[in-house]
């Protein structure tokens, strides 16, 4: 692919996201009640919001708060979240790196696990193990995140058992044993549904690939069996495999709210959820913009692997 | 297949449920609260008396209709779409792409928490807001599937007969794509109905005192290690409906499809 | 089933204190300096500004990092606190309060009258949104006559003033702060606690140490409070039984009973005058007929809704928005689940064929959808067919409350009987939502407030309850419990029923 493609989608990137930020602004212009009334809750006489609105600048006129955001974001300032009155840039960020270490060990485990169950399935087609994947990994992508991470804190993290934590967060900085541990139920949850879509993908390329011409040649060669697949039949089917990941990012990023949430992970997705509670603007946006530059960013990431690993695609 | 079967069991329980149901859903029995399972309660009670089973028989509706309805109008509206901008070409079609690889952005349960941010909870609110995550999606599939069959040897016969557009779009582009548009709604019903129930739970979709699924699993949560049940019931039949869809989508897709092999 | 009789105050009092400090006195043994008390909380701590703020994991946080002029005690009285002493007029309409000597913010700098004095101007400024103002509102002027010497001029008696200096929002703020950025306000803490602010991360861990300036020596007794933000309230209950946690800072009714048994656990239940109320506009159809509220406080089985919402842990309650702690509290005749007399008062009423009404609760917090459902069933069998609508909490505040029709609110308890009819009741009340303006109960009010002399508080308070009894403004069914729980190791914790001041400064580790 060349560069000018590249920088293309990049451009296009960008527009995308301003002008999700734009509609963003507006839907939560819209909303009934603003950050002022929420802050104050039930305590809120008609002054005390006037007056709390004019601190937080919310009297102003739409367009005036849109362009005074914009213009700071540009120099990469965030702003100040209206909630939680500190800087919106340490809030989200603090939160990101939460959610980012739980993507990605949700996203290495299921890679881990994922691969080589739809390796598996694909070569034990049409038996037992290839059935009891399959029913799995059905029932797995037909389970939303709140009935799993349910379902494993009842039985796992219950007084029962009690194997696990039941939700709550240590930093990886500080105890990796205590960051595992908390680690274990959230990204199983979050993981469940990408393994059973990935490992049927694989599965399925897999299955095509092994009854290709390709693969009776290298057979008919004599070579080892395990060499066939490793070195000739799986590069082959990894790309579908990429492919399936990036459409799920979106998905991983929907899950990670209603995990957050569950296991008191306190990352993006929770505090995306108070924000739109309270009406927090700039930390609605600023969430909102991180989350679709990494879907848009992961998306273009993932083209460019699966062109690398199958030199048959082509973009213009 | 089992698909089926389960399908038509789900199917059943949305149609028939309510009238199946033991008990009133709302009643109270104080006397047998949080209990298991039971011969006068089957599924067990929840912590006001009620009898699980007819609720869960009682929200059978909701939360499949939900999913149902959601799709319906998110592939009526993304289908329209996408079948304008394949058939019309040019400047039309760019347009509407661009607009869509925009919406196409954010993810879909954002976007969809947005939306139903907006419109106030409830579960009407809920559907609309899922119809319009699904929109663009939809619009994408139906635009190449019409892309693809617009250079079909028949399509290219009816323009040279010199047939109007509305006839080749109606008799000769649409029932030849709506094969993957079907297969993907059915997928999609099953997508639905989890994000319905997770709008439920999250608060933001059915309300109480519906008996909705999602919204059965967030009240019971604070029970759950007293009667693991009340949230195991709802639960799982999410998970069945959700299943049940999945299946026959997928079995769909392999007899539509004759290169794929099973 | 349901209680025979309401116990006598003095009586309950003494079962409040019997219940909530079991360990404090010299049965436990002497206090031991040191360690870190690591308490758990479910709603966030989203602000530190004292003047505004009001979540329940909040108020934690100033109790030990501020102090008022007086302080509300275990016993619900008011203790001195950053004033040492005070002096009412005979007419209570002047209070001069004596500060303490030497007492120091947590910068240094010393805390004199003219920091009281600046913290009020600052809570009566209508330009600066305070939560005190509605019970201090009847301030004409605040000086300092000297350093350590405040004064209060008040436009009406008013007898319980040293209980309004108490306020959990009435904390005193340094005199530079408010000069300064009132954003500063939201972060930045400096007061004179007993403990001092370290760290602050909303989203996680809050962290106090022990401020070894703190005005009552030897206190406090622990070195440093860690308080833990759990959203999840499973999550929550989880950490605290596995022991990580020392105090669980509120407990859910349907998690007490499992926590009291579990070992190594002091379960803490305090009967409080907390009510969820059921809103009726005087001023619109149905409501505006007194025999259809009649019909409804009727139509509700009082004992059952603590059983099945509260779990037991509550007492029946029958309208009165006093609860038996109140000291000028009357004694509230029972009204029984009598679904048949409320039928035949909506006959009365003129709907024989019974009455369709929408009842609105906001999702925040849940216990007032439960209760609506319950209502709703219960109400069935005497004609009222409701409807239970259901609302996101930011739809309610914008378009129901204070302005709908039939509606579910949720109130903590008072301090005061003057602050909880000031607060909701009287024509001129802050947050008043039924329309009542009944004159008769305002002048009752401003009787009770303007005169020292207990026989008289008695006789207009008695009036005005008898009052609101007969009019029925509100339904109130339950008074909920306060529950909290702690580890074994932890000594001298409590909780004041009103749920805003938490005496850190006594707890102390055996370990």
């Known amino acids: ?316 | 297949m089992t698909g089926l079967a389960l399908l038509v069991l789900v199917l059943g329980a949305a149609i028939f449920g309510p009238f199946l149901a033991p008990y009133d859903p709302q009643a109270f029995h104080p006397t047998v609260r949080l209990q298991g399972p039971s011969a006068a309660h089957w599924l067990g009670t929840d912590q006001f008396g009620r009898d699980l089973l007819s609720r869960l028989l009682n929200g059978a509706p909701s939360t499949i209709f939900f999913g149902l309805g959601a799709t319906l109008l998110g592939v009526g509206a993304g289908s329209v779409i996408g079948v304008i901008a394949g058939t019309a070409g040019g400047w039309i079609d760019s347009i509407i792409m661009r607009i869509l690889d925009g919406l196409l952005a954010v993810p879909e349960l954002l976007f969809t928490l947005l939306i139903v941010t907006i419109l106030g909870g409830g579960m009407g609110q809920a559907m609309l807001a899922v119809a319009i995550a699904f929109t663009p999606g939809m619009a994408r599939i139906a635009r190449s599937s019409v892309l693809s069959i617009r250079t079909r040897e028949y399509v290219l016969a009816a323009v040279a007969r010199g047939e109007p557009s509305h006839y080749i779009v109606l008799r000769e582009v649409l029932p030849n794509a709506a094969g993957p548009i079907i297969v993907e709604s059915t997928i999609r019903v099953a997508f639905a109905i989890m994000i319905g129930a997770t709008l439920g739970f999250l608060g933001l979709g059915a309300q109480p005192p519906s008996t909705e699924w999602g919204l059965m699993v967030a009240e019971a949560r604070q029970f759950m290690f007293r009667n693991a049940w009340t949230v195991a019931v709802p639960g799982v039949a999410i998970a069945m409906a959700a299943m049940g869809f999945n299946l026959f989508g997928d079995a769909l897709r392999d007899s539509l499809d004759p290169r794929r092999s099973h | 089933m349901s209680f025979n009789k309401i116990p006598r105050r003095s009586t309950l009092l003494g079962m409040v204190l019997a219940l909530a400090v079991p360990t404090l006195g010299a049965a436990q043994g002497e206090p031991k300096m040191g360690g870190t008390l690591k308490i758990s909380h479910s709603t966030r701590i989203a602000t530190l500004n004292v003047l505004s703020l009001s979540g329940p994991a909040e108020y934690p946080v100033i109790d030990m990092a501020y102090s008022g002029l007086t302080r509300i005690g275990p016993d619900s009285q008011p203790m001195p606190d950053l004033a040492e002493s005070w002096e009412g007029s005979p007419d209570a309409t002047e209070f001069t309060f004596t500060l303490r000597e030497g007492v120091k913010f947590h910068d240094g700098t010393p805390a004199t009258s003219s920091d009281v004095v600046a913290t009020y101007e600052a809570i009566l400024d209508p330009d600066i949104p305070a939560s005190a103002a509605s019970v201090l509102n009847m301030i004409d002027s605040v000086e300092a006559v000297d350093d350590l010497t405040v004064k209060f001029t008040l436009k009406t008696p008013f007898a319980d003033f040293p209980t309004s200096t108490a306020h959990a929002n009435a904390r005193i703020m340094s005199e530079e702060a408010l000069a300064g950025d009132p954003a500063m306000l939201e972060t930045v803490v400096n007061g004179t606690g007993p403990f001092k602010m370290e760290s602050y991360d909303s989203a996680r861990i809050t962290r106090l140490v022990r401020n070894d300036d703190y005005f009552i020596e030897g206190k406090p007794h622990l070195d440093a409070v860690e308080m833990h933000l759990f959203p999840d309230l499973a999550a929550e209950t989880t950490n605290f039984l596995s022991g990580d946690i020392d105090v669980m800072l509120l407990v859910q009714q349907a998690d007490y009973e499992r926590i009291a048994s579990a070992p190594g656990v002091n379960a803490l239940r305090v009967p409080s005058g907390r009510y969820v109320n059921v809103v009726m506009r005087f001023d619109q159809e149905p409501f505006n007929n007194l025999k259809v509220r009649e019909a409804l406080a009727y139509a509700i089985d009082r004992q059952l809704l603590v059983e099945l919402v509260l779990e037991g842990l509550g007492r029946p309650a029958h309208d009165n928005i006093l609860s038996p702690e109140f000291k000028f509290r009357i004694d509230t005749p029972e009204k029984a689940y009598d679904p048949e007399k409320a039928k035949a008062l909506l006959a009365e009423a003129g709907y024989p064929d019974g009455l369709k009404l929408d009842l609105v609760a906001s999702n925040r917090p849940a216990i007032r959808a439960q209760v609506a459902i319950a209502i709703k069933q219960m109400a069935l069998p005497a004609g009222f067919d409701i409807n239970v609508e259901t609302m996101p909490h930011d739809t309610y505040l914008a378009n129901v409350w204070r302005k709908g029709n039939f509606y579910m609110a949720y109130w903590g308890m008072q301090p005061t009987e003057d602050a909880t009819f000031n607060l909701l009741l009287t024509s001129n009340a802050s947050y008043e939502d039924t329309g009542w303006n009944n004159a008769k109960f305002d002048s009752l009010i401003q009787a009770g407030r303007s005169t020292t002399v207990e026989a008289e508080r008695a006789q207009a308070y008695t009036e005005a309850q008898e009052l609101m009894l007969a009019e029925l403004p509100y339904i109130i069914a339950f008074y909920e419990d306060v529950l909290t729980a702690s580890k074994d190791t932890v000594k001298g914790y409590t909780l004041n029923p009103i749920n805003r001041y938490f005496y850190l400064e006594n707890v102390w580790l055996d370990e």
């Open chain 1, 1 to 316: 692919m060349t560069l000018g493609y590249l920088v293309r989608r990049l451009l296009a990137v960008i527009l995308v996201l301003v002008v999700v930020t734009f509609a963003v602004f507006a839907i939560t212009m819209i909303l009934p009640g603003n950050a002022a009334v929420m802050i104050l809750g039930e305590y809120g006489t008609d002054e005390a919001v006037a007056a709390l609105e004019r601190r937080l600048g919310l009297d102003r006129p739409w367009y005036i708060q849109y362009f005074d955001w914009f213009g700071g974001v540009v120099v990469g300032d965030f702003g100040q979240s209206l909630r939680l009155s500190q800087p919106v840039a340490d809030v989200v960020g603090d939160a990101f790196w939460n959610s980012a270490s739980l993507a990605v060990t949700a996203l290495m485990s299921v890679t881990i696990i994922a691969i080589p169950l739809g390796v598996l399935a694909a070569i034990k087609r049409g038996t037992g193990s290839d059935l009891i994947i399959g029913i799995f990994s059905y029932i797995g992508a037909s389970m939303p995140e709140f009935v799993t991470a349910t379902l494993l804190l009842v039985f796992l993290a219950g007084p029962a058992l009690g194997l696990l934590p039941a939700g709550g967060f240590i930093a990886l900085n500080e105890s990796i044993g205590g960051f595992a541990s908390h680690v274990v139920l959230p990204a199983a949850t979050l993981g469940l549904i990408l393994t059973a879509h990935i490992s049927r993908q694989v599965r399925s390329e897999m299955s095509e690939v092994l009854a290709s011409d390709y693969i009776r040649a290298a057979r008919l060669k004599g070579l080892r069996e395990r060499r066939v697949i490793r070195r000739h039949a799986l590069p082959n089917s990894l790309a579908p495999a990429v492919a399936v990941i990036s459409l799920d990012m979106g998905y991983l990023l929907g899950g990670i709210i209603v995990v957050e949430e569950i296991f008191a992970w306190p990352g993006l997705g929770r505090l995306l959820i108070l924000a739109l509670e309270n009406r927090d603007l700039p930390v609605i946006q600023a969430i909102t913009l991180l989350l679709a530059a990494v879907y848009a960013l992961s998306n273009l990431l993932s083209d460019i692997v699966i062109a690398m690993l199958d030199p048959r695609v082509r973009y213009a």
